[in-house]
């Protein structure tokens, strides 16, 4: 059956073409990403420039898919339509110029999803983890065993977020790192609290800021579905990361133009839960919430 996803993100949409066996096996037939910033002048409401961003680009999706032969679609929108105020407006602005319907999820819907397809991409792994996915406007934190949830949440606090409240200098401050740390502390307590119940050694990291962790580390990706970085191995690129200027990031060869601005914040982040987690290696996924969408729609759902 030959599925297509649209995930509506604050940063990025992401289009997602695949045939879906019955076994379950994904096979990527289109796969495209923009870099929309829809949450670029604030997530509590989307600009004139990234609302007409946005719709241009559904329209370019909307072509793509009617020659793609797609039976079946699901759109949806995540953070920044949930918070702005024009979000609800955004979402018939797209419906009136293209036909496409956009369905608002909650965070913790969201969460679920991711960890459905997390769970197609990465090995199996001893004990807990804890699945982490860096969005611009959102962060979804889920604990599993590997078969079930046993805990999810959703904090707004994604990169987009992160950058336009801390990241005012080049390179990022001293001060600006403190006042990160005590954010992280105060909006992260629910996970802080659930993390002295459920040891999770393993952070299985979703898409996003995880790619670029695994381009700088490694060469090529070992599979294609997933990589194992042992946590020492990510310290030698974050303290370099945590200290550059956007011109040396912009010099990076691996690091795309876009995750430029925003990549310092989400290093700051990852190092945080690294620690707070008590994280010995990370498996970076392939699959994320598309993915476990296209699972549940393959199932008929």
């Not at 829809?38 to 793509?64: M, N, T, Y």
């Not at 949806?76 to 024009?86: H, K, M, Q, S």
């Not at 419906?95 to 999820?105: D, P």
């Not at 090995?123 to 590997?146: A, C």
Request: proline letters at 4%.
């Amino acid at each position: 059956m030959r599925l297509g996803v649209i995930d509506c993100g604050t940063n990025t949409f992401h289009l997602l073409v695949a045939d879906v066996e019955g076994s379950g096996e994904i096979k990527t037939v289109l796969r495209q990403r923009e870099y929309v910033r829809l949450g670029e002048d604030g997530l509590e409401k989307i600009g004139k420039e990234p609302f007409r961003r946005g719709v241009q680009c559904l329209a370019g999706f909307k072509q793509k898919l009617e020659t793609s032969g797609v039976e079946k679609l699901k759109v949806f929108g995540t953070e920044a339509l949930r918070r702005a105020t024009n979000g609800k407006e955004f979402v018939r602005a797209v419906k009136a110029e293209t036909g496409i319907k956009i369905q608002l999820i909650s965070g913790e819907e969201e969460a679920r999803l991711i960890q459905l397809g997390v769970m197609q991409a990465v090995p199996p792994f001893e004990g807990k983890g804890l699945i982490m996915d860096i969005g611009g406007g959102s962060v979804e934190f889920i604990i599993t065993n590997g078969n079930r949830v046993l805990w999810a949440k959703s904090f707004p606090i994604g990169v987009q977020v992160l950058f336009s409240k801390f990241h005012n200098n080049d390179p990022i401050s001293q001060q600006e790192l403190r006042s990160l740390e005590t954010y992280f502390e105060d909006m992260l307590q629910p996970l802080s609290a659930i993390l002295k119940v459920h040891k999770t050694p393993t952070l299985l990291g979703a898409s996003g800021s995880f790619e670029v962790i695994e381009d700088l580390l490694f060469e090529q990706r070992r599979h294609p579905l997933y990589s194992i970085v042992p946590v020492e191995d990510y310290y030698k690129i974050h303290p370099g990361m945590i200290s550059s200027t956007i011109a040396e990031r912009r010099a990076m060869k691996k690091l795309p133009e876009q995750r430029v601005e925003l990549t310092v914040v989400a290093f700051s982040l990852v190092g945080f839960i690294l620690k707070k987690a008590g994280i010995r290696q990370i498996i970076t996924s392939t699959y994320a919430m598309k993915e476990g969408v296209l699972l549940e729609m393959a199932n008929g759902k």
